[in-house]
């Protein structure tokens, strides 16, 4: 009872501070608590998340020792530390995606394992609040020039410190949501405010060499209220381009510190450059900022980055970061079917452009969202939920060990960002479906759904009804006891509008044969696009429907000329799937095949090949599947593009 009764006191503080400082997001996502996924697509995919990848990696954290690290520095067993610096990070990483999984469905076995970890999260950390089992464990001395010999003198660079725990404070936050308990938050709390009085204006200068502790205070800040875990924010952001430790006259991005973008302040920076996982938790920790103070600055660097990324840098698939260099962006244009493209990259792209939404409106952003979700994304799981893949490449030759070594995806790597990432962002899918404002809903994504609405102190569900991504019909029931006004803003693909992505970097080269259509209550309804969204103004009742139907052609697409990589190519794709040809359906092997202008490709429906998908064949019998299902067949030669003839 006491338990119960500190939890609303201290849920009544939080929200009362929080709502003294009115800006944030003017578009607020609709959290997955409210939705009811009744699909067959994501559902299966969110199931094999909570019940397969993860048990699956917290089994593995606790054979690699990362588990074992925690109880180590907080003397509850004997060892030393295992692994390396930045393992600390999976472990938090997982911890959020459990806690999103209790969200969604409570179970006492992972909300107790949750606490037992948690505990020995505890007592690694050091009275100071300092947390960071490899120095707690093996001391100053023994600390190699990566890890710092002492604590923050290498933050800027290799150490992680602040990396670590900026994930730390995004697991805490899901945790506390999820279950109402502070066990957790008190942890990050404490580590947040020792950080907080080592760096200030009048303190310590760093900018964080792996960006995420920036996101991480932003949640901090909207659960406590506190406003120093924003200007701490704000600060790390501001203290980039300002190093003595750079030569910022040189071309090299590791002497310039454009690998970890610490080459020109933030608000100077215009094109997407060095490591992407670093640069776009950046960048999303510059909207989140940008949003809670309103820096019209950061606004203005972010959306030229975004023209940058999508205008140049951005795969078909929705991949980005080309270079196995650094992990890093490429030069314009610079897109090679041997891609790095790495899974976290992916998965901080869809973070960023959601917040470009929330922050702008616009279905471009949920447009580019929607490509990596369902191709750059998706293809780093098996459907098993129990391999990965690190990077994503385009083209595969059946033997190149692209993957960290392997030449399919690995069940686990010993930088396992990937696998954990993949763990906590699965279970959050729900959440980017719907948004709102005080009169608005937008409708962002097509999944089979219930989900639960409360505008104007009224409670309403919206049921949507829909096959896609193999099928382009959309519908949408409203469910109400008392009538409700409000704007319904249902987002209309570019791919749908013959825009492949927002830009000139590809195009269709076969106009749509069909149109997009919109009815209401079964009446044809005039479209009236707003953004990129259909919106019907009105006063919804009970059982009023809408219906979006999206014309499903199959589309070739090619590239600008100047992506030279892939000149004179041409890729396929239909609705938000991108496709690629498979040495297992295509005997004589696919890197040697042309597609022609004139080539036909039809769609066939299989249930039972690769869990249930889309098959495109052409007239002789050139066979497609989507790329996020390659790789489970065996070995063999893949393709995105193909020479177009």
């Not at 998340?49 to 954290?61: L, R």
């Not at 690290?69 to 393992?87: D, I, K, P, Q, S």
């Not at 996982?277 to 999303?284: F, K, T």
């Not at 139907?549 to 992506?563: F, I, S, Y």
């Amino acid at each position: 009872m006491k338990n119960l009764f500190f939890f609303i006191v201290t849920l009544f503080l939080f929200s009362c501070t929080q709502k003294e400082s009115g800006k944030d997001y003017p578009i607020q996502p609709v959290s997955s608590q409210n939705v009811e996924l009744t699909d067959n697509f994501w559902s299966q995919r969110i199931k094999t998340n909570t019940n397969v990848t993860i048990p699956y990696c917290f089994q593995k954290c606790e054979e690699t020792h990362r588990i074992d690290n925690f109880a180590v520095a907080g003397g509850l067993m004997e060892g030393t530390f295992v692994g390396r610096r930045y393992n600390d990070s999976d472990v938090f990483k997982i911890m959020e995606g459990a806690a999103y999984s209790l969200q969604q469905k409570y179970d006492p076995a992972l909300d107790k394992y949750l606490d037992d970890l948690i505990a020995k999260i505890a007592a690694a950390q050091e009275d100071d609040g300092y947390l960071y089992t490899v120095r707690t464990i093996l001391g100053d001395s023994a600390m190699t020039e990566r890890n710092g010999k002492e604590r923050w003198v290498e933050v800027r660079n290799h150490s992680h410190e602040l990396y670590n725990v900026g994930h730390m404070y995004e697991a805490a936050v899901a945790h506390y949501n999820a279950t109402g308990k502070t066990n957790f938050l008190d942890v990050a709390i404490k580590n947040a405010d020792l950080i907080n009085s080592v760096y200030g204006p009048d303190k310590r200068h760093d900018a964080p060499g792996h960006q995420e502790i920036e996101i991480g205070l932003t949640k901090l800040y909207r659960t406590t209220g506190e406003q120093k875990y924003l200007d701490l924010a704000m600060f790390f952001l501001d203290e980039r381009g300002k190093s003595d430790i750079r030569d910022y006259s040189s071309e090299s991005q590791w002497e310039n510190g454009a690998y970890w973008q610490d080459h020109k302040p933030v608000t100077e920076q215009n094109e997407a450059v060095g490591h992407a996982v670093r640069a776009v938790y950046m960048y999303s920790g510059m909207a989140d900022v940008a949003a809670l103070t309103g820096n019209q600055e950061y606004i203005d660097a972010i959306n030229t980055i975004w023209e940058n990324v999508v205008g140049k840098k951005y795969y078909i698939t929705g991949g980005i970061g080309a270079m196995y260099e650094g992990e890093a962006f490429g030069k314009n244009y610079q897109l090679p079917n041997r891609a790095y493209n790495e899974t976290c990259a992916a998965i901080a792209n869809v973070f960023w452009n959601h917040r470009m939404f929330l922050m702008n409106g616009e279905s471009k952003y949920i447009d580019v969202l929607e490509r990596t979700l369902y191709n750059g994304m998706l293809s780093g799981i098996s459907f098993e939920g129990n391999t990965f893949f690190y990077p994503n490449v385009l083209e595969f030759d059946g033997k190149d060990k692209f993957n960290q070594g392997a030449s399919e995806r690995k069940p686990w790597f010993d930088c396992s960002c990937c696998p954990s990432n993949i763990s906590r962002f699965i279970p959050a899918v729900p959440s980017y479906i719907y948004a709102k404002t005080e009169n608005e809903i937008y409708a962002n994504l097509f999944m089979a759904n219930n989900t639960g609405f409360k505008l104007n102190k009224k409670d309403f569900t919206i049921q949507q009804e829909t096959e896609y991504p193999w099928q382009g019909r959309v519908k949408f029931k409203i469910s109400a006891e008392k009538p409700v006004k409000f704007d319904f803003k249902i987002r209309v693909p570019g791919w749908a509008q013959n825009n492949p992505v927002p830009g000139d970097l590809y195009e269709y080269i076969n106009e749509t044969t069909g149109e997009v259509r919109l009815f209401l209550n079964n009446e044809p309804y005039s479209i009236e696009l707003i953004n990129g969204y259909a919106t019907i103004r009105k006063t919804w009742e009970d059982g009023d429907m809408v219906e979006l139907v999206l014309p499903m052609n199959v589309k070739k697409v090619v590239p600008h000329k100047n992506a030279k990589d892939i000149e004179g190519k041409v890729a396929l794709e239909r609705g938000p799937i991108v496709y690629c040809a498979e040495q297992a359906d295509n005997s004589d092997g696919v890197l040697s095949r042309s597609v022609s202008v004139s080539s036909e490709f039809k769609p066939l429906y299989v249930s039972n090949e690769l869990q249930g998908i889309v098959k495109l064949k052409s007239e002789d019998n050139f066979t497609l599947v989507p790329y996020y299902s390659w790789g489970h067949r065996g070995l063999g030669e893949m393709a995105v593009w193909f020479d177009l003839n």
